[in-house]
Structures are given as structure tokens and as C-alpha cells.
């Protein structure tokens, strides 16, 4: 009988070391694919200043030609962004590539998930896969919101390459670039809030796997 016994405990020693193996695994191949989309997500960065840099030149230029005398016609046309405006959609589309790929490298991540047998480390993993998709949800949100900001300023510029200088007309494209710029600071503060829960989950994740 008590043979017996012993051999059920080492069965249940080996289930439990195989399930130990099995998660280690889980977490260094995680480990690795967020390694890999880290490295699209600093491209990212990189081009999201950039963009800023630019998007600050467009609203100079736009507030510039709200200071302006609307009788100014020459100095108003001497200030309309296309140059800058082009350049802008340009940084926003690289922006938006790398933030996708980034995101794409994390996809199959629920995969390994699904494999994981500790409870600890599947509650924090799982935590971590719903805060990598509230992120990539707030992120389209902002490009979203940055393109219907791009339309409305090019339609606000056109107007005044136009010879439309009556700021009673171009009242809708203000409103609409304002309010566009209030909600893209709100889901900016989002994200970045939703980052520093990511990169809490995330460290804690790993130091309970192990994995330095």
C-alpha cells in the first residue's frame, strides 16, 4: 500500500514539474515576442515625435492665420500648411505602420495563454493581453481622431487658397480642429496611463515566471 502511495506522489511530482517546464516555456516565448514588438514600438516612438514636431508647426500656422486681419489676404495665403500638412499624413501613416506591427507581433500571445497552468501567472498573463488591446483600441482611436483633424485643416486651408477668408464660413473646420485636438489630448492621457498599468502587469508577470 504504501508503494502505492509513494508511486502516486511521484506521478503528481512529475505532473507538477511538467506543468512548472510548460509555463517556463510559455513565458519565454512571450518574453520573446514582446521583445521583437518592442522594437517596432521604439520606431513607433521615434516617428510619434516627429509628428509632433510637425503637428506644433501645422498649429502655429493655423493659429497664426487666426490672428490675422481677414483683409490680409496676402499674408493669409503666405501662412496656408499644405507643405506641412502632406508631411504630417506622411508621418502619421509611418507612425500608425509600426504601431500595428508591433501589436501584430503580440497577437499569438493568447495562444500561449491558453497553455499556461500556474493560476497566478494565467490571471497576470490574461491581464496583460486585455491591457495590450485596450492600448491598441485607445491608439486608433487617436489616429482615427488625427485624420478627421488632417481633413478638417486642409479643408480650412483650401478655403483660404480659395479666396474664402471670412472666418464666420470657416467656423465648422475651427470647431471641428479644436474639439478634435481636446479629444486626442484626453486619449494620449489614456494611453499613457493604460501603458504604465501594461508595464506594471508586464513586470510582474515575468517576475513570477521568472524570467529576468
Not at 500500500?1 to 506543468?19: D, E, P, Q, W, Y
Not at 508647426?57 to 500648411?81: M, N
Not at 486619449?187 to 517576475?207: A, G, L, P, R, S
Amino acid at each position: 500500500m504504501k508503494r502505492v502511495v509513494f508511486l502516486v506522489m511521484i506521478l503528481g511530482l512529475f505532473t507538477f514539474l511538467s506543468g512548472c517546464q510548460s509555463d517556463h516555456k510559455q513565458a519565454v516565448e512571450i518574453h520573446e515576442k514582446m521583445e521583437e514588438s518592442a522594437s517596432f514600438e521604439e520606431k513607433f516612438v521615434e516617428h510619434q515625435k516627429d509628428l509632433d514636431v510637425n503637428r506644433k508647426k501645422v498649429q502655429e500656422i493655423y493659429h497664426d492665420v487666426l490672428s490675422l486681419d481677414s483683409k490680409d489676404t496676402d499674408a493669409i495665403k503666405q501662412r496656408v500648411g499644405d507643405h506641412e500638412i502632406s508631411m504630417e499624413k506622411q508621418q502619421l501613416n509611418e507612425a500608425e505602420e509600426n504601431f500595428q506591427t508591433a501589436y501584430s507581433k503580440l497577437m499569438s500571445i493568447d495562444e500561449n495563454i491558453e497553455l499556461i497552468k500556474d493560476a497566478d501567472q494565467k490571471k497576470q498573463a490574461t491581464k496583460l493581453m486585455t491591457l495590450m488591446n485596450n492600448r491598441k483600441k485607445l491608439m486608433e482611436n487617436f489616429f482615427d481622431t488625427y485624420r478627421d483633424q488632417l481633413n478638417s485643416q486642409t479643408t480650412f486651408f483650401g478655403n483660404l487658397e480659395q479666396g474664402n477668408f471670412e472666418l464666420g464660413k470657416l467656423e465648422d473646420e475651427i470647431d471641428a480642429i479644436n474639439e478634435d485636438s481636446i479629444h486626442m489630448s484626453e486619449v494620449v492621457e489614456q494611453f499613457n496611463q493604460v501603458t504604465e498599468q501594461y508595464n506594471k502587469v508586464m513586470n510582474d508577470y515575468f517576475k513570477i515566471a521568472d524570467i529576468s
